[in-house]
């Protein structure tokens, strides 16, 4: 069930470069969220555009839930200037969560990607479950977590100033010298090359692969129609309009690896 809840502002910081986390007082949907889904923010009182804007949770504490964001546009502008006590209206719990974790996971976030992920790797640490857990850049600016391989914690940048140097790709390959991976499973969100490259390697590999596709939304309720994907045909014969598409909004955003035609949206 979602629903409308009028949140109040409880804290904005800036936590890496151009990422902000926003922490809004809002009790009923932070009761009821679920690592992977999103809240679709009105992101002021005079908002003048027609769209919300959707946001994964990265977190929920008591009846705070926190946002992380890049300042792409106007209403990432808004957020990062909230006040506290600021009055913000979301709806929410929208879309389905991560879920089935018999395997060893291995979470994987990178760009604005990172919420659902961070929210991820919290689930498992309060059920005592086993995991990996890799965040991916391109440079160390835009870390906020520690590079900790004790830990099972590995950070990548793409010009090797913070942790593996590489992609999300080289961390997953770390893993496999010392573990099998058919005994673990991907959970993937971030931007849509790093989607298609571990999507890609799940299906070379054949490893279970869970995949948060985040494209651009509308409504978020699926009535606009606005955010479809394609699946991969499965039979050759002609198949209805739903059978060939899903809506990232109310089927997704988590699909699995195999199901997704392409993570470019
Ligand atoms: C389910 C879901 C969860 C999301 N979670 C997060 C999150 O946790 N953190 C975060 O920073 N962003 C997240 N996003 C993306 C975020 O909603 C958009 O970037 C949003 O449009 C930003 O609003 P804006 O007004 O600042 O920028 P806009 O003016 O809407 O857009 C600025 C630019 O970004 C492009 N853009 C808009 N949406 C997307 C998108 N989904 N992917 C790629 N480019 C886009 C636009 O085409 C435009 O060029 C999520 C999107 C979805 C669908
Ligand atoms: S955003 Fe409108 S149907 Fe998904």
């Known amino acids: 069930m979602s629903l409308r809840e009028i949140s109040k502002v409880t804290g904005s910081r800036e936590i890496a470069e151009n ?3 926003s922490t809004l007082h809002a009790p009923q949907i932070a009761a009821m969220i679920k690592a992977g889904q999103f809240i679709n923010i009105l992101p002021s009182g005079d908002w003048p555009k027609v769209m919300r804007r959707p ?23 808004y957020m990062r200037s909230w006040e506290n006590g600021v ?19 291995i979470i994987i976030g990178g760009g604005v990607g990172i919420a659902p992920i961070f929210f991820l790797h919290n689930t498992l640490k309060s059920k005592n479950l086993d995991h990996y857990m890799i965040m991916g850049s391109r440079t160390a ?7 900790d391989p004790d830990s099972k914690i590995l950070m ?21 010298e010392k573990q099998d ?22 299906l070379d590999k054949n ?12 409504c978020g309720i699926g009535i606009c129609q606005g955010c479809s994907m394609e699946y991969v045909p499965k039979e050759q014969k002609a198949s209805s309009y739903r059978e060939k ?9 988590i699909f699995k690896a195999n199901e997704i035609k392409t993570c470019y949206l």
């Open 19 to 21: 990422t902000f986390e």
């Open 55 to 77: 946001m994964s949770v990265s977190g929920t504490e008591g009846g705070n839930l926190s946002i992380i964001y890049k300042v792409v546009g106007d209403g990432t502008e």
């Open 87 to 105: 009055e913000v209206d979301i709806i929410g719990p929208l879309g389905n969560y991560w879920e089935d974790f018999d395997k060893i996971p």
């Open 141 to 147: 600016d835009e870390h906020f977590i520690e590079h």
């Open 156 to 176: 990548t940048t793409d010009d090797g100033s913070y942790g593996i140097k590489g992609n999300v790709v080289a961390a997953v390959d770390t893993i496999a």
């Open 181 to 202: 991976l058919s005994d673990t499973k991907l959970f993937v969100c971030g931007p849509a090359p790093m989607m298609e490259a571990m999507k890609d390697y799940a």
């Open 207 to 218: 490893i279970e692969c869970d995949i948060a596709l985040e494209t651009v939304m509308a």
């Open 245 to 253: 598409y899903g809506l990232v909004c109310m089927d997704g955003p």
